[in-house]
């Protein structure tokens, strides 16, 4: 089943590009600096990354935990 479909799957793969365009960012700025468009989503992503750091953190440590039991 796709993660699309799959609502638990689905919010498991919004956490991880959140935290994937978050690191992309920082490490490489130039890579998202466009903001409109198709990289426009991905520089939103990481804009939320950065100002709800402590909640996507929270979310992707909630999310391991489900996954693992």
């Known amino acids: 089943m796709s993660a699309l479909f799959n609502f638990h799957g689905f919010l498991a793969v919004v956490l991880l590009v959140i935290c994937t365009c978050t690191y992309v960012k920082i490490a490489y700025p130039p890579l998202l600096v466009k ?28 999310m391991g935990v489900s996954i693992l039991f």
């Open 35 to 62: 903001k409109d468009g198709f990289r426009g989503l991905f520089w939103k992503a990481a804009r939320i990354g950065e100002r709800l750091s402590p909640w996507v953190a929270l979310g992707c440590f909630i």
